[in-house]
């Protein structure tokens, strides 16, 4: 992908999340891993309103070359990408959006994960969530945790890609900036399935999850 077509996504992508409320305000950040850097939103910027000219780049070694100041996550992002590479080559870009109904849940868990298995989309295109205890937006002790998590879920066979930051918001990532945004859509609207149903909700049996494995590669 080239640079200026990234930035075009980046920006139809900030504006489609926006406008069907996945994110609102200034909450929220992308960014898009190119050849030789990485692309990410500004801090404080409205993902409706983004100017492609405007987007931070950022150079392998963490320098920044041109753009507006990078996002305060920019930390966060580059953990991400160096832990999740070795399970998933292909990852290419990442999503954070301060969820209403992920968020909702995140605030009296006190799980190891955000949600269980319980429909199949949901184990098939997100999978595992680990719960992130709080930590400030930018933290670096935020972004070494995560980066635990990836590692260590990947290393037991059970892939990520997503994690939920407990308080602000989940991250997910894929290898393009659409299938990241298929995460975040199936990871909020099964939150949302959670928080109005309003009773505990049977998980998929063993079984169930097994086929979902064998059949569609499901990372559970």
């Not at 920044?64 to 399970?87: E, V, W």
């Not at 292909?90 to 269980?116: G, M, Q, R, W, Y």
Request: proline share 7%; with cysteine; aromatic share 6%.
């Amino acid at each position: 992908m080239n640079e200026s077509y990234a930035r075009e996504e980046i920006c139809r992508i900030g504006r489609s999340l926006f406008e069907r409320g996945y994110v609102h305000a200034t909450a929220g950040n992308i960014s898009l891993r190119l050849d030789n850097g990485i692309l990410i939103t500004p801090s404080d910027a409205c993902l409706g309103f983004l100017d492609p000219a405007r987007i931070a780049r950022i150079d392998l070694n963490g320098q920044q070359q041109g753009g507006d100041r990078a996002s305060k996550t920019l930390a966060l992002h580059q953990a991400i990408y160096r832990a999740s590479r070795p399970f998933l080559p292909d990852t290419s870009c990442i999503i954070h959006t301060h969820s209403t109904f992920c968020v909702s849940l995140s605030l009296n868990s006190k799980a190891t994960e955000l949600i269980p298995p319980i429909t199949p989309y949901f184990v098939m295109k997100v999978g595992h969530v680990p719960l992130i205890p709080y930590g400030r937006p930018g933290s670096p002790a935020v972004a070494d945790q995560v980066a635990e998590s990836i590692t260590a879920y990947g290393q037991s066979g059970r892939i990520l890609r997503a994690v939920m930051l407990a308080r602000l918001g989940p991250n997910v990532w894929h290898d393009s900036p659409s299938a990241a945004m298929g995460v975040l859509e199936e990871l909020e609207e099964t939150a949302k399935l959670i928080s109005i149903t309003g009773s505990p909700i049977p998980e998929l049996a063993g079984p169930d999850i097994e086929e979902l494995r064998k059949t569609f590669g499901a990372y559970w």
